[in-house]
Each structure stands twice: as C-alpha cells, then as structure tokens.
C-alpha cells in the first residue's frame, strides 16, 4: 500500500506540474481579456447569426496557444463579457486542438499527412458541430452558470447578493463614451492580476480534483483492463477516446503519446484519441462545473464522446487510412 | 456545503500563504533536480514560468489593499476553505509523501513489453541505430529491436546497460527484466521498457527494484513462449539511481 501512494503521489504531481503553468497562463490571459476587452467590443466583434459567430469561435482557437487547462477561465471570461454560447463551446473543444503549439507538435511526431490534416480537420468541424447543438439545445441561462452569465463587471466574476445593483449602479456611472479618461496601463495590469487571481483561485480546485482522479486511475486500473475492450474498427476507438479521458495528458504533448499506440491500433482509434482528448478529459470536465451547469457537462462531454466516436469508426470503416 | 467560518482577512493571508508555498515549492523541484521524477526537461520552462507567475499572485496581495473597496478580493462566497484546502494537496503530497520516481510497483499497473510493441518508432528511432551498440541505453535497444523482424541478427551483440530490476509472475530465479521508464510530457504517459537478462548458474540474481548495471551478450532464447533477444548476463553490478531515471522518448 505504502508503494502504491508513492506511485500515487508522483504521478499526481507529475500531472498537476505540467499543467498548473499553463491554467496560471489561461487565468492571466483571461484577466487581460477582463481588462482591455469591453462588453461593447464584444457586441461588435462578434457576428450576430449563430452559424457566423460558432465558425468564429472555432477559428478563434489558431490564435491562441492554450491546451485544456488553459482554455477554460478564458473561455469563462469571454462568456462574462456576453461571448454567444455556441461560439464559447466551439473555441472551449477547438482551441485545445488546433492552436499553433498542438499543431506543432503533431506535426513533429507524424509529419505532414493524413494524421495532421484530418487532427486539424476535425478538430475546428466538430467543435462548430457542438457548439451549435447548444446553441438549439437552450438559452444561455440553462447552460450557464449563474456566475459566469452574469457578473459584475469590474472586480471578481461571482454573483453576490449586490452584484446586479452594482453591475446597474456602474452603468449610470460610466462615462459617456469619447470622453472616458483611460485608466493608467499599471492599474489596469493590477486590475487584469486580480481577475487572474480570482480565476486560479476558482479553476485550481477543479484541476487538482481531476488530478487526483487521473493519478487514481493509473495507479490502479491497469492498461490490460482497458485493453480487454478489445480491438475491432468499433472497439478500438472507444479504448483509445476512453485512454484520452483517463490518461488526461495536456494537448500540446498528446501526439507524442499517440505514436506508442500507432502500430498496434486502428488510424480511427489514432484520431478518436488525437481529437476527443483535448476537448475533454478527466480535469477539464471537472473544471467545466466551474462554467456550465451540471447537467450540461453531461451532455457536452457524451455529445463530443459520440460525435468522436462516430466519425472515428466511420474512418476506419470507410476510409480506413 | 458546510462552511468553515473564516474571516476574509484570514482567508487572504491563507492564499497569499499558498501562493508563496506554491511558488517556493516549484523553484525547489526545478533547482534541487526533482523536476526529473516527474516531466520530460523540455517541460523544465514551464515549471520557472510558474514560478514567477505564483509569486506575481502572490504580490497582488500586498499591493493596494484596503484603499479601494474594488480590493476586496473575496466578493465570492464560493472560494472558500475548501478550495484553499484543496490547492494544498500538491504541497502537501509533495512535502510529506517520500518523493521516489516510478519504479517496478508502477510497471505493475502500466505492463512491461518484451515484444516492444509499444516503443515509439519516431524519426528518432533512426538515430537509435546510428549508436554503437555498447553505448545503446534500453530504450535505444528497445527502437533498434523493435525495427528488425530477425531477432537473432542480434546474437553475440554486447550490451551494457543501467536500469532498474523488474520481475512478474513470467520471470524465474534466474531472469528479470533490466527496465527504464520513458516519458514523453510527464509521467502521466510513462511507460516501462526493457531487456530480458538472464544471469547463469552460480552468479547471484539482484533483488527487485536495485538500480543496476548489465553487462553482456544477446542470445535469441524462448521467454514467455516468443523468441527474442535475452542479454546473458557476464556481470551485474548495484548502480545509485540516475539523475535522471527516466528516458526520454
């Protein structure tokens, strides 16, 4: 027993060093986001039709280098400054995937080919896919949380009791626009390190929860019991989203992990792993209950399953690369 | 939820506490080395990124505070002590849990290959080949058997290896498994590769878990009913533990 905490312990932290960094560099890119992006910019930027803006948001993810941890307190963020939700899911499943540093690093394991161009592929389609799936499924209010949906605008993200008088009372306050004296750049970093703050603060325990599970998982579950589910055009694609999920290994470094598998298993079971793992995996769906209501998370993380899964195996029966 | 009572002041030295502790905890695993037990050195940036960026939070405390009522830092009800008690898991694991890398109790659950089936054969294999066979770690091994469909080409090869001794229910007295762990981001995607040594009569058998050095010759034998290439051991000596343990892929 006293092995196995050892075991335990190492492969926890081992998880929770490689990914803290990268939530501490989405918390901070998420309070930039809170400070020099307005509500009004946000209203402009962003297209009004449901098609338009979920494309945005999926394209979106090219811009910015976050893998999975990272991506979930921006994304809050963006939805607290009135981000559409098709277009808030589609950048949450798409930016793991497709964002430069992923890509990179796919490619240095496969080179350019079918592996890389159907990864990049399928991971901005089928996040749009999702992303407008909720946006019919319901309005904001169901699939958010109170919190992320309505927030002070200034200061922490939560609801408190006078949040919405205040979000009011600064609204009668704020300047006419054209005559708004800029706050000066330091104050508006301390503003931007405080969201930060407020974020960490908020998505670490989700992290550190996932990371637990995951260190759980691979200190008693062997590969073998995973195995056993066998290796068909069917089978073996759900043994590799199911690895994705537990293994919970950021997206930027998947690809090198893959390639252990590429001989013994199907192209579809390679890309089921390679698309269905950055969007969701043990931490990240627990760090979704920090953003979308409970139910919700249910149904994002069996939809992505499934719309993976159905495109894998029909690449392995039809295409079969 | 059950709520521990506890004023905001209070609640904010405790974060800026953690924050630091974070923070020193970080610089330590990079400086003292023990950064190796755990990601692959192309990762060792990040964790110094998360330095600073730990001690930038925890700066934000100092700054400002009282003067503005915006300052509070805790509008929220919901970051709580719970969530201060579960942000110190990691220092607490990491301070009081021995830290050891993974060792022959973790290849257990993970599985060891004989067949390495499961070595990556990247553009990096290639460069495996190019080394001398003496000076060929296992993983190297592993790549260089693994590419070659005749496994007897490798018959009188020297070897000479270091790792730690492994041994399952398919392993005698006489034979055990000379293991690495290779990592490609940190040891969440840790895997055990190997070379089957077989020691002959009346040299004596390391005991499970000693880091050790093998050297010796390859000879294709029957294990676990595959032929492959085992290592016949001509001396086997203790070894302390590398710096780094682990090979990286």
Known sequence: ?321 | MLKPEITKTWLNWLKMALLVGLAAYFAFVVLSGRWAYYIDPRFQWLSVVAVALFTLLALSYLRGRGTDPDDDFSHRETTSLWAVLILSVPLILGVVVPARPLMSSAAGTRGVDTDFDSVTLSQSSSKSLTIVPGERNVLDWGRVIASSSDTSQFNGEPVDVVGFVYRDSRFGDDTFMVTRFTISCCVADALAVGLVVRVPEGMESPTTDAWIRVVGTFQEETFDDNLIPVVVAESVSAVSQPDQPYLYQ
């Open chain 1, 1 to 321: 027993m006293e092995e196995k905490i050892i075991v335990f312990s190492t492969v926890f932290l081992g998880i929770f060093i490689e990914a803290a960094p990268f939530l501490l560099l989405g918390s901070f890119a998420s309070g930039l986001v809170e400070v020099f992006v307005s509500r009004d910019n946000m209203t402009r930027l962003v297209p009004r039709s449901i098609i338009p803006a979920t494309l945005m948001g999926g394209m979106m993810g090219f811009a910015f280098p976050v893998c999975e941890c990272g991506v979930v307190p921006l994304t809050r963020r963006l939805f607290i400054k009135g981000f559409p939700v098709s277009a808030g899911i589609a950048f949450l499943l798409a930016a793991p995937i497709i964002n430069p540093v992923a890509l990179a690093s796919t490619y240095a394991a496969y080179g350019f080919g079918d592996v890389l161009v159907m990864r990049f592929a399928l991971g901005l389609t089928i996040p749009v896919f999702i992303g407008m799936v909720f946006a019919v499924a319901g309005s904001a209010p169901k699939i958010l949380l109170p919190s992320t949906y309505l927030a002070p605008i200034r200061g922490a993200s939560g609801v408190t009791s006078d949040s919405v008088e205040r979000l009011e009372a600064i609204k009668v306050d704020a300047p006419v626009a054209g005559v708004t004296t800029p706050e000066p750049l330091v104050a508006q970093l301390r503003q931007a390190t405080r969201v930060a703050n407020d974020e960490f603060f908020e998505m670490a325990k989700y992290l550190i929860i996932g990371c637990i599970l995951a260190a759980l998982m691979q200190t008693f579950v062997t590969q073998e019991d995973i195995l056993s589910l066998g290796s068909g055009p069917v089978t073996s694609v759900i043994f590799m989203q199911v690895l994705a999920y537990v293994l919970s290994v950021c997206s930027t470094v998947d690809a090198f992990i893959s390639l252990s598998f590429v001989n013994a298993f199907t192209t579809g079971s390679i890309l089921g792993f390679l698309v269905f793992g950055p969007m969701v995996d043990i931490k990240s769906t627990l760090m979704f209950l920090g953003v979308f209501r409970k139910n919700v998370v249910f149904y994002l993380v069996a939809v992505a399953f499934l719309s993976v899964l159905l495109v894998s195996v029909f690449i392995n029966l039809n295409i079969g690369l």
